[in-house]
């Protein structure tokens, strides 16, 4: 158990709905990212919070897409307008700042399937 | 921006037999980590092992162990006595040691390679 946990796990919608996937990482994870995993491919990097800041985001995150972390604990990943295009995986991970590992411990994934 | 490439989609091997996967990156940077996860199907990423770019010696974790050639930007895995629970995907993956922005706080990951265990 990495201490991450996403849901919903599979989340099926119609095009042009709007989906909201939560992340849960335990309370020493002050840094939590996002990434977008699609079929045969390697996960990639959405956004970033270091607490409650969001620091950075990729630009794959287009203007449809927005992360919160209002409290620096759990996070949302909100899709809004939904495309098929938007059909992946997506995973959220955690780390500790300072740790001196530089790991990444992973949720499960909120996989997304659009109509 | 740092770039991982797994050349390997696919590879197989027989139960107990020793299999290497292959991972290269590119990077102008001199301090940073190495790592393979294991993704198992509808099962959460897990780490296998890790290497700091400044440590000469190669990790080694039970069954697991990677051969760290920094000049040629080469980090390959190889496992030993391959087991069925073994079966998954194998991603690389890369990280700065300082946080510089674009994403470099986060990983870089190469696009897997499927392993399969045949009994």
């Known amino acids: 158990d990495t201490g991450v946990s996403q849901n919903p796990r599979h989340k099926i919608t119609k095009r042009g709905q709007n989906v909201t996937f939560r992340c849960d990482p335990i309370?020493?994870?002050?840094?939590l990212y996002w990434y977008r995993q699609t079929l045969g491919q390697g996960p990639e990097f959405l956004t970033y919070f270091q607490n409650e800041a969001q620091l950075e985001k990729s630009r794959l995150l287009s203007d449809r897409f927005s992360a919160e972390r209002p409290k620096g604990s759990f996070s949302t990943l909100e899709i809004q307008r939904t495309e098929q295009g938007d059909s992946a995986m997506y995973l959220c991970?955690?780390?500790?700042?300072?740790?001196?590992?530089?790991?990444?411990?992973f949720g499960e994934g909120s996989r997304l399937t659009v109509l | 921006a740092q770039t991982v490439t797994q050349s390997q989609p696919e590879m197989s091997v027989q139960e107990a037999e020793t299999v290497t996967l292959s991972c290269t990156y590119d990077?102008?940077?001199?301090?940073?980590?190495l790592f393979w996860y294991k993704q198992p199907p509808s099962r959460q990423m897990i780490l296998v092992i890790r290497q700091e770019a400044y440590k000469q010696q190669n990790a080694t974790e039970n069954r697991f162990s990677v051969n760290f050639q920094k000049a040629a930007k080469s980090f390959s895995l190889k496992i030993s006595d391959s087991q069925l629970g073994d079966a998954a995907m194998y991603f690389c993956a890369y990280r700065s040691f300082m946080y510089s922005g674009g994403g470099a706080d986060g990983l870089t990951f190469g696009k897997g390679t499927h392993l399969i265990i045949q009994p």
């Open positions: 309370s020493e994870h002050n840094r």
């Open positions: 991970a955690a780390s500790t700042s300072g740790s001196g590992t530089g790991e990444l411990f």
């Open positions: 990077t102008s940077e001199s301090d940073y980590y």
